[in-house]
């Protein structure tokens, strides 16, 4: 059963924000994830994706449909013990850094679950240095960066150690460089520890990057497949670096294969 | 906006930097009760030579904290004015109907003063040498009994926490908004004193929205990142009581004998 291995089950999730009317947010979405794997989720402003992710970790209740984290299904009274299982990064920096230093930040999360001192300590160092921010530990929020603060952001999720990480566009303001440097980082936590990760985005490198995409349009669930086949049907979807490079050379008729290439097999197809 | 001292913290390694926060907030309020107690110019006289010497322990140029005194300076003036005009006794120098200035109202207005400024330096050396945070921290500790009586200390202290944080941010944010309406074409600082204040409302408007768009976004964050109020937190920020610190306080302890002692001498007035 496929049921048993997915960590997040989604179901017929509908949401509206003014009940009033009748344009819904999101409707009738559904969709499973399964342990270790890294969806993106992509699509227009307005289609739905940030309002998905809040329904996610419960900040908002939808109208109908379930959601489901390993197994529970996510209620008011379950929401807090779910919520330490999931991680959302938020897209604006500014407004996530809580405490008054770096690592008091990292921390915030690990002080409101009760976790000791001397672990925390542990943890906080951790997080800070897979987030390439140990240099800044005592530094204080307006003495950084809208992507250190990003970074910092992030590492406040990861020292909690959940199972699942939702980033909501938390990568947009990062230099190519230590995007590059965090996608790996995280890339690494999925290989090694099964991290989950479902990265909101409107960067189709970051997206593709992802073993499988969904694709939302005006609170619809549009497609939902591997990356290679989402860039190959929908040619009008702004593609990654190296599928544009693929169509730009097969349109000069270099004889490249005609199926979407991943970043490293259009290096080692130039290479060749 | 530079020009308040009071709040604001200079980083510094000197001897008053590294002491406890909690040390240094009770030894600041001992001395300022302490200023009530004293009552001859002995005391007083004692009193100035201890804060002189803790503003140059502190490493941080005297001027500073005159510049603490300024933003006061016609308060004080004001109140020892009429405590000069309106007390009365001893040696009379001037006598103008309810008016007098004598000698009592003289050494009063003396005192007084001496009681403005010396709390301001002494609670300005805390704000200087201490950082927000630690500040902070130093009042939760400090109020932590207070939790018997149903005191929500912590929330308390987050809260502080939360708005020291922002200050920098909204100081940003209200210059950016003033730049946004200079750039339309208003310009601050001319005009009537009313034209003045209905500049301020495009300004003032803007700044509300945000904070409170922040303040709904700075809550999901902290509902999504576990906080509950009703639970039990541990903290990340551990205050080491030292040896110096328990000096400063002893050293406190000694000063107030000497006062209480001085006050036996006699009253106000010599």
């Known amino acids: ?272 | 906006m530079n020009k308040l001292i009071l709040g604001r913290y200079f980083p510094g390694n000197s001897l008053i930097h590294q002491l406890d926060p909690r040390a240094k907030l009770l030894a600041a309020i001992g001395f300022i009760a302490l200023l009530f107690v004293a009552i001859n110019w002995q005391s007083y006289l004692l009193l100035i030579v201890c804060a002189l010497i803790v503003m140059r322990m502190s490493g941080i140029a005297i001027k500073m904290y005159i510049r603490g005194v300024r933003p006061l300076i016609w308060l004080i003036l004001f109140t020892v004015t009429l405590q000069v005009l309106f007390t009365a006794g001893g040696t009379i120098y001037l006598d103008c109907g309810p008016i007098t200035i004598s000698k009592y109202g003289l050494i009063n207005g003396v005192f007084i003063f001496c009681r403005f400024v010396l709390i301001i330096f002494i609670s300005t050396v805390v704000t200087l040498t201490t950082k927000p945070i630690d500040l902070t921290d130093g009042i939760n500790k400090l109020l932590s009994p207070l939790r018997f009586l149903k005191v929500p200390v912590d929330d308390i202290s987050l809260m502080l926490t939360i708005a020291l944080r922002f200050i920098p941010n909204l100081l940003d944010e209200t210059q950016k908004v003033m730049d946004a309406q200079r750039a339309r074409g208003t310009t601050f600082g001319e005009g009537s004193l009313v034209e003045q204040m209905k500049k301020l409302v495009p300004i003032i408007m803007p700044l509300f929205v945000s904070s409170l768009n922040r303040a709904e976004d700075m809550a999901d964050v902290m509902e999504v990142r576990g906080y509950q109020s009703t639970r039990p937190r541990t903290s990340f920020r551990k205050l080491a009581w030292k040896k110096q610190d328990t000096i400063a306080i002893v050293i406190m302890i000694i000063l107030t004998g000497i006062i209480v002692v001085l006050r036996q001498l006699g009253g106000y007035y010599p």
């Open chain 1, 1 to 272: 059963m496929q049921a048993d291995q997915s960590i997040l089950e989604v179901n017929n999730l509908t949401f509206r924000y003014d009940l009033r009317k009748d344009d819904k947010t999101l409707s009738a979405v559904s969709f499973s994830i399964k342990e270790g794997e890294w969806v993106a989720i992509v699509g227009d402003n307005g289609s739905g994706k940030s309002t998905l992710a809040r329904l996610l970790v419960g900040l908002l209740e939808a109208e109908s449909g379930e959601v489901k984290v390993a197994g529970v299904q996510l209620t008011e009274q379950t929401k807090w013990t779910i919520r330490q299982q999931m991680g959302l990064v938020f897209q604006n920096p500014e407004n996530q850094f809580i405490g008054a230093t770096v690592q008091d930040d990292v921390a915030f999360g690990l002080e409101n679950n009760n976790v000791s001192y001397q672990e925390m300590k542990q943890r906080v160092n951790e997080a800070v240095q897979l987030v390439n921010m140990e240099a800044f530990m005592e530094h204080d929020p307006s003495r950084l960066s809208g992507g250190q603060k990003q970074r910092v952001a992030l590492a406040g999720i990861l020292a909690f150690q959940p199972k699942i990480i939702i980033l909501d566009e938390a990568l947009v303001m990062l230099d190519p460089k230590s995007r590059r440097q965090v996608m790996r980082t995280l890339q690494q936590l999925q290989d090694e520890q099964g991290l989950t990760i479902i990265s909101i985005t409107h960067d189709m490198n970051e997206a593709a990057v992802a073993d499988r995409l969904l694709v939302m349009d005006k609170g619809r669930l549009k497609q939902d497949a591997t990356p290679a086949t989402i860039f190959m049907e929908n040619p009008h979807l702004e593609a990654p670096f190296a599928e544009q490079l693929r169509r730009k050379l097969t349109a000069k008729g270099s004889g490249i294969t005609s199926t979407y290439m991943t970043e490293d097999e259009m290096v080692k197809w130039l290479c060749k």
